[in-house]
């Protein structure tokens, strides 16, 4: 296994976008969710799979590795990930968790260079019934008002608990996951603001979803809440060719809690002989 090492690309509006780069193999991206980073949300994966592939592991702007900047639009960090997929220069693989598996599904339906897609447990905001819409805005609303006392690590706590279960939330926390999630906190509550006022095209398109020709592969906790199940049913349903698989006794926090089960999935959907030609 080689040492760690670090990619760099620039995007179209000049930031600076980075990510860690571990293992040898064919290369697969990793897409964070909206709480991390590329390091923190895969670090328990990695040692799983840095054996077989070359895993870059790119952080949104304003995160990570990357550069600031205000733009955290849905549209406009698509066009990040496209721009760090091209620089690869070479058939990739997307793996996105959460947030970031409605960005490699938008992205695969634009480039032709993702080769196949992992969507863990993908979510349609836009999709969910108003009750669960509600509940969303009540605790980005309460992230908002813990932050406003810099309380970051009870914010991001606080959202968190909207998608992961109890035994999720203890994981986390022993992990040190939201300690070192909540200096984002601030930037969550900005793409928050900024997603409410997208009209552009998502993951959530039937156009969109309809447009990827890569395999797609859903994958989903068998203990994970009722709205998440919905968003991969609904993806899997729209991608056409797309089959969706569960991971036992995880929820949504599956990279954190069951990274070994994740890995064998990945593992096998991502192998050569499973790759097109």
Not at 33 to 53: E, N, P
Not at 216 to 229: C, E, F, Q
């Given at each position: 296994?080689?040492?760690?090492?670090?990619?760099?690309?620039?995007?179209?509006?000049?930031?600076?976008?980075?990510?860690?780069?571990?293992?040898?193999?064919?290369?697969?991206?990793?897409?964070?969710?909206?709480?991390?980073?590329?390091?923190?949300?895969w670090q328990a994966l990695l040692r799983h799979l840095t054996?077989?592939?070359?895993?870059?592991?790119?952080?949104?702007?304003?995160?990570?590795?990357?550069?600031?900047?205000?733009?955290?639009?849905?549209?406009?960090?698509?066009?990040?990930?496209?721009?760090?997929?091209?620089?690869?220069?070479?058939?990739?693989?997307?793996?996105?968790?959460?947030?970031?598996?409605?960005?490699?599904?938008?992205?695969?339906?634009?480039?032709?260079?993702?080769?196949?897609?992992?969507?863990?447990?993908?979510?349609?905001?836009?999709?969910?019934?108003?009750?669960?819409?509600?509940?969303?805005?009540?605790?980005?609303?309460?992230?908002?008002?813990?932050?406003?006392?810099?309380?970051?690590?009870?914010?991001?706590?606080?959202?968190?608990?909207?998608?992961?279960?109890?035994?999720?939330?203890?994981v986390a926390e022993g992990a040190g996951y939201f300690e070192?999630?909540?200096?984002?906190?601030?930037?969550?509550?900005?793409?928050?603001?900024?997603?409410?006022?997208?009209?552009?095209?998502?993951?959530?398109?039937?156009?969109?979803?309809?447009?990827?020709?890569?395999?797609?592969?859903?994958?989903?906790?068998?203990?994970?809440?009722?709205?998440?199940?919905?968003?991969?049913?609904?993806?899997?349903?729209?991608?056409?060719?797309?089959?969706?698989?569960?991971?036992?006794?995880?929820?949504?926090?599956?990279?954190?809690?069951?990274?070994?089960?994740?890995?064998?999935?990945?593992?096998?959907?991502?192998?050569?002989?499973?790759?097109?030609?």
């Amino acid at each position: 296994m080689s040492s760690q090492r670090t990619h760099y690309v620039t995007t179209t509006d000049d930031v600076t976008i980075g990510g860690a780069v571990h293992g040898e193999g064919p290369p697969l991206v990793f897409l964070q969710g909206v709480m991390g980073d590329g390091d923190i949300d895969w670090q328990a994966l990695l040692r799983h799979l840095t054996g077989r592939f070359t895993c870059h592991l790119p952080s949104w702007r304003s995160r990570g590795l990357s550069g600031d900047h205000p733009d955290l639009s849905f549209g406009r960090l698509v066009d990040d990930v496209l721009d760090y997929v091209a620089s690869i220069a070479e058939p990739t693989g997307l793996v996105g968790w959460s947030g970031g598996a409605g960005l490699a599904l938008a992205v695969a339906a634009q480039s032709d260079a993702v080769d196949a897609v992992a969507a863990v447990e993908p979510l349609t905001p836009r999709l969910m019934e108003d009750q669960e819409q509600a509940a969303l805005g009540d605790a980005v609303a309460r992230m908002g008002e813990l932050a406003a006392e810099g309380r970051f690590t009870d914010g991001v706590r606080a959202f968190a608990a909207f998608v992961f279960t109890d035994e999720e939330m203890s994981v986390a926390e022993g992990a040190g996951y939201f300690e070192a999630a909540g200096r984002y906190v601030p930037d969550l509550l900005n793409f928050f603001q900024q997603q409410v006022k997208y009209q552009g095209p998502t993951h959530e398109d039937t156009a969109v979803l309809g447009a990827i020709s890569a395999p797609v592969l859903v994958l989903i906790g068998s203990d994970t809440k009722p709205y998440a199940t919905a968003g991969a049913r609904y993806v899997a349903d729209h991608v056409p060719n797309a089959r969706m698989q569960e991971i036992p006794d995880a929820g949504h926090a599956v990279p954190l809690t069951h990274p070994e089960a994740l890995a064998e999935a990945l593992t096998a959907f991502f192998s050569p002989a499973q790759r097109p030609a």
